[in-house]
């Protein structure tokens, strides 16, 4: 088994990386000190395939075990779903020392992080991403938050994990089109920070759209790269924000198309090839590289522009309501080079409709 430290000043916890290991569970939290009563959140597509494992190994710690589901699907991850958690655990009377510990992809791990975040001022929970866009992004780094018919993750908070469980054995019954969408994650972390990771993308493409051994390392160099930004900066106040490479547009996407159209990772992959597009107007970036950033997305079977039937200004709109615009401005995470980016904002209207190909 791999371990990846997450260095936060008082609260630090560890991503545990292996293959068959949810078994193992139980015996690991045991240890924390936490109340005997404990909730799992799943949904039911993730639910039947792994929570009596893991039920089963947290009884076997001690635990009395409480399972909430909520729908699956983006549209779900939201305040009326979020009610429905906190109603379960008030009637089955979880306290201050009881913990969630979510089994799922993004939006399971979204809403029971903000769950736990909020339920009796704050708890402890636990992420056990069975996604790869969980596993290499969501489940890391504290980001908690539900969906606003205005916005997407417009309502959350920060609230680390105590630790994340991360078995890639589940991603053999994880839908292709998950699969690859979590890619885009991983493209991105190539861009911003390890040209190296990103050369390994490309060369070992059929290696990893067969699931072969080279994931372990996909994965885990995510979970460092992403563990390193967050170590810096918790709370999203600079260096951070480089990891929403891809997400002004693609957030904007999602939100304009009800979060129904396009998976997460689908909306940033158009994303970052629009964003690369934009750092090459602004003469960021050679075109030669704006192409294998192109050419590596679309390699992998990802989207790479938006549709023409899809409303452009619905999209604009849609950023100027974006959490990461301030006083208005927008700011986008532009790549300069392969493994390299700038935060950037002061970009003209024109330039964005432009790009849009909106009037």
Same mark, same amino acid.
């Given at each position: 088994?791999?371990?990846?430290?997450?260095?936060?000043?008082?609260?630090?916890?560890?991503?545990?990386?292996?293959?068959?290991?949810?078994?193992?569970?139980?015996?690991?939290?045991?240890?924390?000190?936490?109340?005997?009563?404990?909730?799992?959140?799943?949904?039911?597509?993730?639910?039947?395939?792994?929570?009596?494992?893991?039920?089963?190994?947290?009884?076997?710690?001690?635990?009395?075990?409480?399972?909430?589901?909520?729908?699956?699907?983006?549209?779900?991850?939201?305040?009326?779903?979020?009610?429905?958690?906190?109603?379960?655990?008030?009637?089955?009377?979880?306290?201050?020392?009881?913990?969630?510990?979510?089994?799922?992809?993004?939006?399971?791990?979204?809403?029971?992080?903000?769950?736990?975040?909020?339920?009796?001022?704050?708890?402890?929970?636990?992420?056990?991403?069975?996604?790869?866009?969980?596993?290499?992004?969501?489940?890391?780094?504290?980001?908690?938050?539900?969906?606003?018919?205005?916005?997407?993750?417009?309502?959350?908070?920060?609230?680390?994990?105590?630790?994340?469980?991360?078995?890639?054995?589940?991603?053999?019954?994880?839908?292709?089109?998950?699969?690859?969408?979590?890619?885009?994650?991983?493209?991105?972390?190539?861009?911003?920070?390890?040209?190296?990771?990103? %050369?390994?993308? *490309?060369? +070992? !493409?059929?290696? &990893? =759209?067969?699931?072969?051994?080279?994931?372990? @390392?996909?994965?885990?160099? $995510?979970?460092?790269?992403?563990?390193?930004?967050?170590?810096? %900066?918790?709370? *999203?106040? +600079? !260096?951070?924000? &480089? =990891?929403?490479?891809?997400?002004?547009?693609? @957030?904007?996407?999602?939100? $304009?198309?009800?979060?129904?159209?396009?998976?997460?990772?689908?909306?940033?992959?158009?994303?970052?090839?629009?964003?690369?597009?934009?750092?090459?107007?602004?003469?960021?970036?050679?075109?030669?590289?704006?192409?294998?950033?192109?050419?590596?997305?679309?390699?992998?079977?990802?989207?790479?522009?938006?549709?023409?039937?899809?409303?452009?200004?619905?999209?604009?709109?849609?950023?100027?309501?974006?959490?990461?615009?301030?006083?208005?401005?927008?700011?986008?995470?532009?790549?300069?080079?392969?493994?390299?980016?700038?935060?950037?904002?002061?970009?003209?209207?024109?330039?964005?409709?432009?790009?849009?190909?909106?009037?």
């Amino acid at each position: 088994m791999e371990k990846v430290r997450v260095k936060l000043k008082e609260r630090s916890y560890d991503i545990y990386i292996g293959k068959d290991i949810l078994r193992n569970i139980g015996n690991t939290i045991k240890p924390l000190g936490l109340s005997p009563r404990i909730a799992i959140v799943s949904n039911p597509t993730v639910y039947p395939l792994y929570g009596k494992v893991i039920a089963d190994s947290l009884k076997k710690g001690g635990f009395e075990v409480l399972i909430v589901t909520i729908p699956d699907g983006e549209e779900y991850k939201n305040l009326l779903w979020l009610e429905h958690i906190y109603n379960i655990l008030l009637k089955a009377k979880l306290d201050r020392k009881s913990a969630l510990i979510a089994i799922g992809g993004g939006v399971v791990g979204d809403i029971t992080g903000f769950a736990a975040s909020t339920y009796m001022r704050g708890i402890t929970y636990i992420q056990v991403p069975t996604t790869l866009l969980a596993q290499v992004d969501s489940s890391v780094g504290g980001k908690t938050g539900v969906n606003h018919r205005l916005g997407k993750n417009m309502i959350g908070t920060f609230w680390q994990p105590r630790l994340v469980w991360i078995d890639i054995a589940t991603l053999k019954t994880l839908p292709e089109r998950e699969f690859i969408a979590g890619l885009a994650e991983v493209i991105k972390y190539g861009v911003i920070s390890d040209r190296d990771l990103f %050369d390994l993308l *490309e060369e +070992g !493409l059929k290696k &990893i =759209l067969k699931h072969e051994r080279i994931m372990m @390392h996909v994965i885990k160099r $995510s979970c460092e790269i992403k563990a390193g930004i967050v170590s810096k %900066d918790e709370r *999203e106040s +600079g !260096l951070r924000s &480089i =990891l929403n490479y891809g997400h002004t547009i693609g @957030h904007a996407l999602e939100t $304009s198309t009800d979060y129904k159209r396009y998976l997460h990772g689908e909306a940033v992959a158009i994303g970052m090839c629009l964003e690369a597009e934009l750092a090459g107007r602004l003469n960021f970036i050679s075109n030669d590289k704006i192409h294998r950033i192109k050419s590596l997305i679309e390699s992998y079977g990802l989207p790479s522009k938006i549709p023409e039937d899809i409303d452009k200004q619905h999209i604009l709109s849609s950023m100027e309501l974006d959490k990461k615009a301030i006083a208005g401005e927008l700011k986008f995470i532009l790549p300069e080079d392969i493994g390299k980016v700038k935060i950037y904002k002061g970009i003209s209207d024109k330039i964005i409709k432009e790009l849009l190909k909106i009037g």
